[in-house]
């Protein structure tokens, strides 16, 4: 899918959205990922409605949108082939730049704003079994040519499994944070602060990987490092399960996030209750949580019963 060739922006319009985004980062908590996904959705939006409008775009000139021009940017959009997903996504980003700008320049974008995004099924998230999830780690030991860089990864994906953590908030551990004592203090989107237990087994796959790293352990320092001494990126540990997975024949939703939806499935399987594993998993709403680890409905009515003291002989 190609991406129309935007009239060159305006130097007030570049700065706007300049200024929108750094707002985004700085007061949403917005990773890096979705400040780069929010600058290709507004530069696709005002590369459409420069040829919508023949000219190029303007603060000034977003006063005069309406509902039908956010139509016609939805209809162009899927007309190249954007999934209802992807469009939602891109409409919201959308909207949330008309929202601060009409509130900067004191614009009535009420009707812009009304424009409805398509709607999607939400795909269900596919956590690996305990089985799997446990050959995907024996398998990632044995898969780097260099020992202590198996070690790492092995330590990463434990603690996304033990530990419920994301990958951004595992790579983000400093050397200050090891020793892990009982729980880590980790701080995950929003700048919400969690207590995460940390099992045994997560301790001692990371006291390996240390034992064996060539780099010194340093407080400000990352933790978890790259072969060249700097901080781990992701995308390593993304690569190492897709070997490992491929190896093991598993499904390619078998990934590191896949992880921490089986940490969540699996706590909730031995019986660990919704609440607690919201507040393990850093959601802010319990409807992520019963999403997260595919509840529904049935499921949750036979916990009330059963939980319920109106219920009880």
Not at 38 to 67: C, M, N, W
Not at 86 to 93: E, F, G
Not at 149 to 166: E, F, K, N, S, Y
Not at 185 to 210: E, F
Request: charged share 20%.
């Amino acid at each position: 899918m190609t991406v129309p060739t935007p009239l060159a922006l305006a130097p007030a319009m570049a700065d706007a959205l300049a200024r929108w985004l750094e707002v985004e980062a700085a007061t949403r908590d917005r990773s890096r990922h979705t400040i780069t996904a929010y600058r290709a959705d507004l530069l696709t939006f005002l590369a459409f409605l420069g040829g919508h409008l023949g000219e190029a775009v303007t603060p000034k000139s977003l006063a005069r949108i309406r509902q039908t021009d956010m139509r016609a940017f939805a209809a162009a959009e899927r007309a190249r082939g954007l999934g209802p997903r992807s469009l939602a996504r891109r409409q919201s980003a959308v909207r949330s730049f008309l929202r601060w700008i009409s509130d900067r320049e004191g614009y009535d974008l009420s009707a812009a704003l009304a424009t409805r995004s398509p709607k999607y099924m939400r795909s269900l998230p596919r956590p690996l079994s305990p089985e799997q999830a446990q050959d995907a780690l024996d398998m990632v030991a044995t898969g780097h040519d260099t020992p202590w860089v198996a070690a790492r990864d092995v330590a990463v994906m434990t603690l996304l499994w033990g530990c419920g953590l994301r990958i951004s908030e595992a790579v983000g551990l400093n050397g200050s944070d090891w020793p892990f004592r009982d729980s880590l203090t980790i701080t995950g989107k929003g700048k919400r602060q969690r207590q995460v237990p940390i099992l045994p087994v997560a301790r001692d796959a990371v006291a390996a990987y240390l034992h064996d790293c060539p780099w010194q352990t340093e407080p400000d320092l990352a933790l978890f490092r790259g072969v060249r001494g700097g901080r781990l990126d992701g995308g390593q540990i993304a690569a190492s399960l897709r070997k490992a997975r491929a190896a093991l024949g598993l499904p390619p939703t078998a990934t590191p996030h896949a992880l921490r939806h089986s940490f969540a499935t699996h706590l909730l399987a031995a019986g660990g209750d919704l609440r607690t594993i919201q507040e393990l998993l850093g959601h802010a709403s319990l409807s992520t949580t019963q999403v997260y680890t595919g509840v529904d409905d049935a499921h949750l009515m036979a916990v009330y019963r059963a939980a319920h003291p109106r219920n009880r002989g």
